[in-house]
Structure formats: structure tokens, C-alpha cells
């Protein structure tokens, strides 16, 4: 059915980091997804719009919202054409044609049940370069511009509203969709939990999740909780199991509804969803079973791919010392022979007639060529000392690279296996999930043509009470006496006096839908009741009741009973 979902957010300069924009629409427009692209006034190239964006991001100022993103939900009624021109028309009434905008919308493969749109939109007009839908303003400056409704993001919740149930009601669709809550709309039922697509993810392919106790996240509850006890919470519900209840307690208040129409489709949605809820527990288990098949693979490619890293490591390590050592004698080598050119060095300038020179030289020329002289020495030591390292670690790098060469081949080795054994499951999984969508496209038939059914059973009922009660009516507006029942004429046929007629009784409900293709009609019981509405048959079945009723008490001897009925003072 038609559901409300829309979820609005932005993208900032000062709240993102440069380029988040055009990732976002690298990510929209992935293959993988499948999706149908749309744009207007702005190329609907992926690559070309994510330039477009990034342009626009430099030239903006240092604080400025660069795009608007909105995930909606579309209705699963419409076909894929309709949902194009449903996401066409919102974005066009929600730009007023003056901004530009982009859409993916996802509806295939995975997103095959459940489809939606990704919408960005650039606040900027095309020809002034000015904010036009002013989507960042705050409710005070919204309503100051005179734009409708009170806040921003309540204007694109409401338009989308409109602008679907338009649709709907174009396309000859009864379903509608409704942006206020179920509180504000007046409704008893209760809301279901929102589950993640992760929590989806594990729950449906992996197992079942158990509740546990997690650090407490809230500063204030922090202060006298340490951990948030979710098994005393959820009382060891997961969160689909307890959706499973919301929508059984939903259904049981309908039930109970004094509306009959409400009633029978209560009826209705819980013998559907006892029929889904059988085939949603046979989808997750073999989902579950073909997951732990391709954790097996996965399992035993990541204990190879450990074992070739563990022995590659351990190789590199070796290379690594034995490198190492290397080096590390030549590295002392190199330190005593300029430590012997220092110490000559230092015997030159320390004998009598240096240091003579040096003291006699009133300029201090001496000097400062002796310490030259000694700088320049540090300097050459230096870079050999700096080109032994680089020797060193040149060294050590083309090792450690001849070691990854070697096992290089070993992890594509592991890697293509990986990749054949996934692709032999998904062979082997191949009957079992064409089975399953076999499955699932007849479950939907099959829902439908039920639907369609009791629609039209429904349509029936209400056309038989109106007329009964159209009858009732006109018997009460002709004096209180209705028209001679078939079980009375049939008394006058036979000559007997008739009597007197019954009191107009209130038109009985309609009987509760047939379970099976045999109780089409009501019985002759429910008939007799009230239930349901009369017939020719049943009037003809009445008539033969009491003639053969007649004819054998005549038969025995005894006094006919002409059944007056009920008396009463009209």
C-alpha cells in the first residue's frame, strides 16, 4: 500500500567536506542500483552533474548550503512510467521551473519492493543565481517572505502530499497517502518500529538478533544508568517480532470495530498475512541457509588469504633483518672510518704550529679556516652517512617487493577460487530463488485477486442492506403492514385463511465472507437467521418446507396448524 516517507537533509560548506555534494550523486546514480535518472536544468549525466555541482561549490561563499537532498518513498501502486512522471511533476512544482534539480529512483532488483527517489536540489536560480525555493530559511524568514505553510520543510512535505494523491486520484487509484501522524490523524492504531537496513540485513540473512546491554550514549542518563538494559526494554523481542504484534493488535481493534466494512477487512488482512507471515518464514530460512553457504567460501578464503599473509609477512620480516644486518655493518664501518678522519683532523689542528698560527694571526683568518674546515667535514660525514640510509632502505624496499611479487600470485590464486566457488552458489541458488520469486509474484496474485473479491463482496453486502432497508422503509410508510411474505402466500394458495403479518424487523448485517469456493452463498441456517440477504431460491425452499410439513401432519390425523404468527397492535 501507498506509504508516507520523506526524509529531507542538506549538504554545507562548512558542514561537509569539499565534494560531498557530488558524491552524494555519485552514489544515487551507482549501476548496482539500477536507477532511472532524471535532471532539469542541469545535466542528467552522472559525471557531468557531479562537475556541475563541484563548479557551483567553489564559487559559493564559505558558508553556504550547496544542496538540498530528499529521499522519498513512492507509491507501489504505480507502474515505473507513472513514478517518472510523479517524481517530474513534484520536482517541477517544488522548483517552480527556476532551479535546478536531479533524481534517481530506485525500483528495481533489490529496491524491487520498495521504491523510492533520491532528489538534489541545487537553491539557486538559473538566471539570477539567487536562492528562489528558499529551502535554508528559518521559520520566521519563511513566513516573513510570505511562502505558504509554516516552515520549509513542512511546505515540501505538504506538496509532496498533494502532488501524489493527485496522481493517485489521476490514475484511478483509491489508496492516499497522509503526512500527519496517526495520533493527529485520529486513528487508534498503534505505529510500528522503524528497522535499519542493517538490522534488516542480519535479521533476515544471518540470525536472529539477541537483545543485550549497551553503554549508555545520553550524558543525562548517564547519571544514574552506566549501560542501557534492552532486555529489560524489548523484553527479548526483536524489532520485527514486535512490529509482527503492533500490526496483529491493529488488526484485532479493527475486528472489533462497530463499522461492519471495517470488520470484514480486519478479517480479511489477517488470514492475508497468515499467508504472508508462512511464506516470509520460508524466505528467511533459505536466505539464512544460502548466506551461511557463502560464509563458508568467504571463511575459507579469508583463513588462505591469512595463511599466505602470515607466511609472507614472516618472509618480509627475515628479508627485513637479514637487510638490516647488512647495512648495520656497513653503517659502523662507515662511522669508524669518520671517526679516524676526525681525530686526524683534529691531531692536525691541534699541533704547535696550528695552534701557533692560529694565535699569532691577529686577522683570524686562521681561525676561521680551521673551523671551516671542520664544518665541512661534518657536512661530507653527514651525507654519507645519509646516503648509506637511503642505500638502506632502497634496499630493504625492492626485498620486500620481490617477497609481495612472489605471493602476489598465491592471493589471486585464492581470490579466483573465492570468486568461482560464490559463482557455483549462486548457480546452485538459482532454482531456489526463481522458486522463491515464483513464489512471492503468485503470493501478490493471489492477494490481489482475494482483494478484488472482497471488494466486490463487500459492494454486495451493502447493496442487499440498502435494499432491505429500502423495503423496511416503504413497509413502515404503508401503515406498518409490509407486503405478504412467500411463506404466507404460499398458505393462501392453499385455500387457508392468511395470517396475520409479522412486525417489520431491522435489516440484519451482512453474513461474514465465504473461507472457500463452496460458501459462495449463505447457508440456508444463516438465511433462516437473518444473515444474509433472501432469495428466490430460498423463498422456493420455504414454500416446500411447509407444504411437506402440511401434508405429513395431514397424513397422521392431526389438527393443521395454520401458524398465525406473532400478534401485535399495528
Known amino acids: 500500500m501507498a506509504i508516507y516517507s520523506l526524509n529531507m537533509r542538506s ?42 555541482l563541484d563548479r557551483g561549490e567553489r564559487a559559493d561563499r ?143 540473512h544471518k540470525r536472529r538478533p539477541e537483545s543485550r546491554e549497551t553503554p549508555e550514549r545520553s550524558w543525562r542518563r548517564t547519571q544514574y544508568r552506566d549501560k542501557t ?38 478479517e480479511f488482512e489477517r488470514e492475508q498475512i497468515a499467508k504472508d507471515r508462512v511464506l516470509e518464514r520460508e524466505r528467511i530460512a533459505e536466505a539464512r541457509r544460502q548466506e551461511r553457504d557463502r560464509d563458508q567460501v568467504r571463511m575459507k578464503a579469508r583463513a588462505a588469504r591469512e595463511d599466505i599473509q602470515a607466511r609472507r609477512d614472516d618472509e618480509q620480516e627475515w628479508a627485513r633483518i637479514a637487510v638490516e644486518r647488512l647495512w648495520e655493518a656497513k653503517r659502523v664501518s662507515l662511522a669508524e672510518d669518520q671517526a679516524r678522519r676526525s681525530a686526524a683532523l683534529q691531531e692536525a689542528q691541534a699541533r704547535f704550529a696550528a695552534r701557533f698560527l692560529r694565535m699569532v694571526d691577529i686577522t683570524g683568518r686562521t ?104 423495503q423496511t422503509r416503504q413497509a413502515q410508510a404503508g401503515g406498518g403492514r409490509a407486503a405478504p411474505e412467500p411463506r404466507r402466500q404460499a398458505a393462501n394458495d392453499e385455500g387457508k385463511a392468511p395470517p396475520r403479518p409479522e412486525p417489520p424487523k431491522k435489516p440484519a448485517e451482512p453474513p461474514a465472507p465465504p473461507r472457500d469456493r463452496r460458501a459462495q452463498e449463505p447457508s440456508r441456517a444463516e438465511r433462516s437467521r437473518g444473515d444474509g440477504p433472501p432469495d428466490a431460491d430460498f423463498f422456493k425452499d420455504q414454500v416446500q418446507r411447509i407444504a411437506d410439513e402440511q401434508k405429513t401432519e395431514q397424513d397422521r390425523g392431526k389438527p393443521q396448524d395454520p401458524d398465525p404468527g406473532p400478534t401485535y397492535e399495528p
Request: proline share 4%; charged share 35%.
Open 367 to 470: 681561525r676561521e679556516a680551521q673551523d671551516r674546515e671542520r664544518a665541512e667535514l661534518d657536512a661530507r660525514q653527514a651525507r654519507e652517512r645519509q646516503e648509506v640510509e637511503t642505500q638502506a632502505r632502497r634496499e630493504h624496499a625492492v626485498h620486500q617487493q620481490a617477497v609481495k611479487a612472489r605471493y602476489a600470485a598465491e592471493f589471486l590464486e585464492v581470490r579466483a577460487r573465492r570468486s568461482a566457488e560464490l559463482r557455483a552458489l549462486q548457480d546452485r541458488h538459482f532454482e531456489a530463488v526463481q522458486r522463491q520469486q515464483l513464489d512471492l509474484q503468485y503470493r501478490e496474485a493471489e492477494r490481489a485477486q482475494a482483494q478484488a473479491a472482497m471488494t466486490q463482496q463487500v459492494a454486495e453486502w451493502k447493496r442487499s442492506a440498502q435494499v432491505q432497508e429500502q
Open 11 to 52: 549538504i554545507g560548506r562548512r558542514t561537509h567536506a569539499e565534494g560531498t555534494a557530488g558524491a552524494h550523486i555519485r552514489y544515487i546514480a551507482r549501476q548496482d542500483a539500477q536507477p532511472h535518472l532524471m535532471a532539469g536544468r542541469m545535466p542528467d549525466d552522472p559525471n557531468e552533474a557531479r562537475a556541475f
Open 62 to 204: 564559505k558558508n553556504a548550503r550547496v544542496v538540498d537532498k530528499i529521499r522519498i518513498a513512492l507509491p507501489f501502486e504505480l507502474d515505473e512510467v507513472q513514478r517518472a512522471a510523479l517524481v517530474q511533476d513534484f520536482a517541477e512544482r517544488l522548483t517552480e521551473g527556476r532551479v535546478p534539480w536531479y533524481a534517481a529512483i530506485h525500483q528495481t532488483g533489490k529496491d524491487a519492493h520498495n521504491p523510492h527517489v533520491h532528489l538534489v536540489i541545487r537553491d539557486r536560480d538559473i538566471e539570477t543565481g539567487k536562492r528562489h525555493v528558499r529551502l535554508s530559511d528559518s521559520a520566521r524568514d519563511w513566513q516573513k517572505a510570505g511562502r505558504p505553510d509554516d516552515h520549509p520543510v513542512q511546505h515540501v512535505r505538504s506538496l509532496w502530499e498533494r502532488t501524489c494523491n493527485d496522481t493517485l486520484e489521476r490514475e484511478g487509484i483509491e489508496a492516499r497517502i497522509d503526512r500527519r501522524s496517526l495520533e493527529d490523524q485520529g486513528s487508534e492504531r498503534t505505529p510500528q518500529i522503524h528497522i535499519g537496513p542493517q538490522a534488516q540485513h542480519v535479521e533476515t
Open 229 to 266: 538494559p534492552y532486555p529489560d526494554i524489548d523484553l527479548g523481542r526483536t524489532r520485527k517480532e514486535r512490529n509482527a504484534e503492533i500490526v496483529d493488535l491493529n488488526i484485532e481493534r479493527a475486528a472489533r470495530s462497530p463499522d461492519f466494512e471495517t470488520r470484514k477487512w480486519a
